[in-house]
């Protein structure tokens, strides 16, 4: 019917926009703390559009229902402003026609936010872990900031210059400690005119090669040095300790969860179950708070809907937190959060049709 369509493509319009806006603020936000930690040498920029495309999934499954909530608030809040849900009325257009033509949208971003949730939110959560694990392992000199010390696995470095898009650096020093044939503790100190990283196409072992340099070493206590001067000097690049934490429920697969008995993995699968649920109890909640009149304005139910959903997400994450800690039943779990605001929207369906709803 064109009436639906029309209904449907205003929610999916403004439910586009804000999301639009949301996702904007919370990405800007995310893209931040990943360029501080660029900043920090604990990756290099060149990882940064991976790391956020990766963690897109995870941004969606929690804008998308607040998304739509909005959608159908400003969109038939807009709709009543304009007389046009007086004029559906008069055509005998009953708002239960208006709540089945509003959940079709609702079953599709209940599907993405599903999807999202159950599926690709731990798969990128995973591979974002992964390449930073890797990259704490590798210990890419690529990642290093000119003219600052900075940590890079067991060493501390510092470099003059850097080329861009390249592991190349100018007035390289290196600390590091290292033991000795007799198991003692060793200062070794080196400084190379340039260097560069590069790897060893048989073995692909990486090294660091230094040029035009001194390596002095000492140990503690000690009134003897050891300085050796070279043209050039190639170390050995160990890969790191650092290991992803396989354990985390996080970044377990849905299909692991379910045949998983603790506490924490029942309140994860809950938890991405719920982001999925949410979305039509929140479709019922906003159809009756978007009735609104010229008097009122269209944001006149802006703040009531907006602490409803606040309380919503709130008492879902607490629930949450009590099942992962064993003080709230998982049979129980954060079911009872879903039937309380689902009996909320049937309420307020219900005394929105009894005040002169749209018949």
């Not at 660029?38 to 897109?56: R, T, W, Y």
């Not at 239960?96 to 971003?109: E, K, N, Q, V």
């Not at 600052?148 to 210059?161: H, M, P, S, V, W």
Request: proline share 4%; hydrophobic share 45%.
């Amino acid at each position: 019917m064109i009436v639906f369509r029309y209904l449907i493509r205003e929610i999916l319009t403004t439910m586009s926009a804000v999301t639009g806006i949301l996702l904007l603020v919370i990405m800007g936000n995310r893209f931040i703390r990943y360029f501080s930690d660029v900043a920090e040498g604990d990756f290099p920029a060149s990882l940064l559009g991976s790391l956020m495309l990766f963690h897109m999934p995870s941004f969606l499954q929690l804008i998308l229902p607040l998304a739509f909530f909005l959608g159908i608030l400003l969109a038939y809040g807009q709709l009543y402003l304009n007389s046009e849900m007086t004029v559906l009325a008069a055509c005998g257009v009953s708002p239960a026609r208006i709540l089945g033509a509003s959940c079709w949208p609702a079953l599709l971003m209940a599907c993405v936010v599903g999807a999202c949730s159950l599926w690709l939110t731990p798969a990128g959560l995973t591979k974002n872990e992964q390449i930073l694990t890797e990259q704490q392992e590798r210990a890419d000199f690529s990642a290093l900031t000119p003219g600052r010390f900075q940590k890079l696995g067991d060493r501390t470095i510092y470099a003059e210059r850097v080329e861009q898009g390249s592991s190349r650096m100018e007035n390289v020093f290196i600390a590091e400690q290292t033991r000795n044939d007799q198991g003692q503790r060793v200062d070794v100190l080196t400084q190379g005119a340039s260097g560069y990283q590069t790897t060893d196409p048989e073995s692909e072992s990486r090294f660091l090669v230094l040029s035009d340099g001194t390596r002095e070493s000492v140990r503690p206590g000690s009134r003897v040095a050891e300085r050796l001067e070279f043209d050039t000097y190639a170390a050995r690049l160990e890969n790191g300790t650092a290991q992803m934490d396989v354990d985390d429920v996080e970044l377990q697969p849905t299909w692991r969860l379910l045949g998983d008995e603790s506490n924490k993995a029942r309140a994860a699968l809950q938890w991405r179950i719920s982001l999925a649920l949410m979305v039509p109890i929140l479709t019922l909640i906003a159809l009756p708070l978007s009735r609104a009149n010229p008097r009122q304005g269209r944001f006149a139910k802006m703040m009531p809907a907006i602490i409803l959903y606040v309380a919503y997400m709130s008492l879902l994450l607490a629930a949450q937190d009590a099942v992962g800690s064993g003080a709230l039943p998982a049979a129980i779990g954060l079911w009872p959060v879903h039937a309380v605001f689902a009996l909320i929207g049937g309420w307020l369906l219900y005394r929105s049709s009894q005040h002169g709803g749209a018949r």
